[in-house]
């Protein structure tokens, strides 16, 4: 169907759970699959699509999907204008700056001049200078916690949602970069049966309130 709403949500991980846990709490129910990479409402009028978070984004604002669940994080790390209509209360967590422990680093004053390693260097580039701290930054795409042990970095910016991670690689956070949580993303293209979701969604929140 032309004018079926498509939501792009991320394809692996504790974000795509918890967005298809949130939308059958809209009553949008579907049976995912790790195979495939959409899922159809029983009615038809709807269509999840499984994608990289690094790519929801593009998908959205290129109209080709609708709607799109992501992190905060995400989108604050993107520098193309991305439209968020809405927090969504869940997958909350936050992005740190954290150290080896018994390193002796006790604040981000004492990060000047040390190596950062992070999958996020738009967004520790502003926090950096905004605390007017000079420092090298190292661009991973992943297992960023290994990286002061194998002697890559002096310390880290990362996502962690319970620490433990953290702890697991004797990292101890120091500072908070960033607070997130899932955010609700909407292409600027229309398509008309949009306000189905943002009718859903208003339920939702009237069933919160």
């Known amino acids: 169907m032309e004018d079926t709403v498509k939501i792009a949500i991320q394809k692996k991980g504790h974000l795509r759970e918890e967005s298809v846990r949130f939308l059958n709490s809209l009553g949008i129910t579907f049976t995912p699959s790790e195979k495939t ?6 009615d038809g009028n709807i269509e999840i699509i499984f994608l990289r978070d690094d790519d929801i984004p593009k998908y959205v604002n290129g109209g080709l999907v609708d709607f799109g669940i992501l992190g905060k994080d995400v989108i604050e790390e993107k520098t193309e204008t991305i439209n968020a209509i809405q927090e969504l209360n869940f997958s909350k967590c936050k992005m740190v700056i954290a150290v080896p422990q018994n390193s002796g680093l006790e604040n981000v ?15 520790l580039q502003k926090y950096l200078k905004q605390k007017n701290i000079f420092c090298q930054i190292v661009y991973l795409f992943g297992s ?19 620490g433990k991670s953290l702890r697991e690689n004797n990292l101890t956070a120091i500072d908070t970069v960033l607070e997130s ?5 909407e292409s600027p293209f229309n398509n008309p049966n ?12 009237n069933r919160l309130s």
């Open 144 to 162: 960023v916690e290994i990286a002061p042990r194998l002697g890559l970095a002096d310390a880290i910016c990362d996502i962690t949602q319970t």
């Open 181 to 185: 949580e899932a955010v609700l993303i």
């Open 37 to 42: 990479l959409s899922a159809v409402s029983p």
């Open 194 to 205: 949009k306000q189905i979701i943002l009718n859903k969604l208003k339920q939702y929140e």
């Open 109 to 123: 004053k004492q990060l000047q001049n040390k190596i950062l390693a992070t999958s996020y260097p738009n967004l």
